[in-house]
């Protein structure tokens, strides 16, 4: 196998901590077989070029097999105009990179099934779901504006929009993952309300019949929300647009246990994806090295196992990441009574050491 070509953005706050951890853990899992090239993207390149995603950036990416990312913000960038946040960066990426597909899986790992909130009865029927989250459309992408009405009355409008090829695609990813798991796809939206949802429901079930053996279900987010915790191990493909899908993540990011431990995949046409952990850059911790790297380095397993087609590597970092867990190691994010408390790197360390 060529080598693969990576391109890296460390990012700002924990971003470059969780990079470097899952460098080197990439690195030990497949050696030799990866170059990264360093992207600067976010408030470091705000600080460094003026702006949060240079064009060079950019095509970095674009040219890169892959794309890996750590988290980008902070509180020293809050003040900039929007076009000069670190957060349009991020959405220039993805939509520079085209992946529309954002893959964000929700499973209890073993080790940590105490760190579920829910009431027992409620985690031991199991959880493991994924949320297939639309991620280049919506109100992300529509217009936004601030205006003045006749009155002169402040007033700020932001366009939800979405076409028939954008639900199209992401159901299809949807619907294909479903097949390969329990065939269950939750479709969500705000049908009752909004019209973008009455077109997505509309697409999504000519799409289903594309998938006889796949059972379709329909929720309304906001009793999507509360179900998500009333019975979690009722679901198993959620599909859904893009400000649905990033609030719902990270719900389901807390009834497993921590968001420091969830990975992501963007995913476009072809195999270069964006790999990304959920988490942002957790500005208060940076530098202190208690950022855990977990979620950072799932992704990096995602990257081999969707980009590359390195299953074999991929499952080695999984299975090491669940013997440092079944270890009892713990980052100050997931720890409790009676485990043994680490930091990052120390966490690093130990992954690396199981491989
Ligand atoms: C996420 C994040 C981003 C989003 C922010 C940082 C722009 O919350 O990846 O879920 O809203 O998509
Ligand atoms: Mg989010």
Not at 40 to 62: H, R, V
Not at 248 to 266: F, K, N, Y
Request: proline content about 5%; aromatic content about 6%.
């Amino acid at each position: 196998m060529s080598r693969k070509n990576v391109a890296v953005i460390p990012g700002d706050g924990i971003g470059p901590e969780v990079i470097k951890a899952t460098l080197e853990v990439l690195e030990k899992a497949a050696p030799g077989k990866f170059d990264f090239t360093e992207v600067a993207m976010g408030g470091n390149a705000i600080d460094k070029y003026g702006e949060p995603l240079p064009d060079f950036s950019l095509k970095t990416c674009q040219n890169a097999d892959a794309t890996l990312l750590g988290a980008v913000g902070g509180p020293k960038w809050d003040n900039q105009p929007p076009e000069k946040r670190p957060e349009r960066g991020l959405l220039g990426v993805r939509s520079g990179l085209e992946v529309f597909a954002n893959i964000r899986p929700a499973k209890i790992f073993a080790p940590l099934a105490s760190a579920c909130p829910l009431r027992k009865d409620i985690a031991e029927k199991g959880i493991d779901f994924i949320i297939v989250r639309e991620l280049t459309g919506g109100i992300y992408f529509g217009k936004h504006e601030a205006f003045k009405t006749s009155d002169g009355e402040r007033a700020a409008r932001d366009v939800m929009e979405y076409s028939e090829h954008e639900i199209k695609r992401i159901a299809h990813v949807a619907f294909k993952m479903a097949m390969g798991r329990r065939k269950i796809v939750t479709s969500i939206d705000k049908a009752n309300i909004l019209t973008t949802s009455r077109l997505w429901r509309e697409v999504v079930e000519e799409v289903a019949k594309e998938y006889p053996e796949v059972k379709l279900n329909h929720l309304y987010v906001d009793n999507a929300s509360m179900q998500l915790v009333r019975a979690p191990s009722d679901f198993d493909v959620i599909v859904t647009e893009n400000t649905f899908g990033d609030i719902l993540s990270d719900e389901a990011s807390q009834i497993v246990g921590s968001i420091g431990m969830i990975p992501s995949a963007s995913l476009g046409e072809n195999n270069r994806g964006l790999y990304e952990p959920i988490h942002g850059s957790a500005p208060d911790i940076a530098g202190q090295d208690k950022a855990n790297p977990i979620g950072t380095i799932l992704a990096g397993a995602m990257m081999l196992r969707y980009s590359f087609a390195m299953n074999k590597e991929a499952d080695k970092i999984e299975n090491a990441v669940d013997e440092v867990l079944r270890d009892g190691l713990r980052t100050p994010d997931i720890f409790m009574d009676g485990t043994k408390l680490i930091t990052g790197s120390q966490m690093r360390d130990a992954i690396i050491a199981k491989l």
